[in-house]
DNA sequence: ATGAGTTGTATCTGTCTTTGTTACAACAAG
DNA sequence: CTTGTTGTAACAAAGACAGATACAACTCAT
């Protein structure tokens, strides 16, 4: 299974409100516009956003803006705030193994840890990347298409 | 969303071959009822891990036994093997940016390398843990167990 | 060769998640 | 009070997953 799309759509939310900031109101079309999904669900990703803190929204006048500086939001924030998976459990694990089994009454406590490293793993890196990397990356690219 | 819960099954699965061979023929049968799912469940995983040349299955006369040594069989190599994504792509991109928006013209760029960095940490980290750690681990409380 | 036990696989089902879509009340501001 | 927007509900379509039944193909002991 792969991680939703929601959290590239989200990073590219953050992308688009950064650069366009200023020069255009970023209501959930314009921002539907750029990523070219349908406006409800960038209007659900914001509000996903909006309840972890990253974000405001103006309801009725419209447009959404940054809360906190660019290099505090990093991707395990979006992910954890548009990912909304059980316990934040990156591995399903299967839930009956059987107690009357030597190796089923112990799988989950031997497992429990290791793939707790591994998700901490994954963690780890994407604390280490932040909007800022990608609003700055974003427009070097631009910068060099306008020459 | 979450990391299938063939994945655990599968290492489930590797941790009773080696535990109960020698004192049980391990069919789909015998394995399903340790992990507690139906036994087509258990078939279909032990095809993707025979597919991947990670174990052996007896046509006919029954019976499942691991192909390599198990210090040889890392997270890595059961998860690739089981966990069916497209071009083993954990993220899911959005598909169609909209290329006349300086950002969504750009964005799979600036966020690929770094999904990727994402990813990679993952995987890194499943390949530091091996079949072997889990068996050793199992062995370890069921001994604690009998005492 | 035959029967018993097993694998490999197809098929169908129910459930869940994701995404797309329409619709509309609540709201802000000119 | 009109216009543009957000917040949210409701529903549909598609896909993944897991449970279940069924059965042909296969192996081996007798």
Same mark, same amino acid.
């Given at each position: 299974m792969q991680i939703s799309s929601r959290f590239t759509i989200a990073i590219h939310v953050f992308a688009c409100i950064d650069v366009f900031k200023g020069d255009y109101k970023l209501t959930s079309d314009f921002l539907a516009s750029s990523v070219n999904v349908n406006s409800v669900v960038i209007r659900r990703i914001l509000q996903q956003l909006k309840a972890a803190g990253l974000i405001t929204v103006a309801r009725g006048s419209g447009g959404a803006s940054i809360?906190?500086?660019?290099?505090?939001?990093?991707f395990l924030d979006v992910y954890n705030a548009v990912e909304c998976v059980e316990e934040g459990e990156l591995f399903h694990f299967h839930e009956n193994? =059987?107690? =009357?089994?030597p190796v089923g009454r112990n799988i989950h406590r031997v497992l429990d840890e290791k793939l707790m490293r591994v998700q901490n793993a994954m963690e780890a890196e994407m604390q280490k990347i932040t909007i800022a990397d990608v609003v700055e990356d974003t427009q070097r690219y631009i910068q060099e298409q306008v020459k």
């Open positions: 809360a906190k500086s660019l290099d505090e939001i990093t193994p =059987n107690p =009357n089994c």
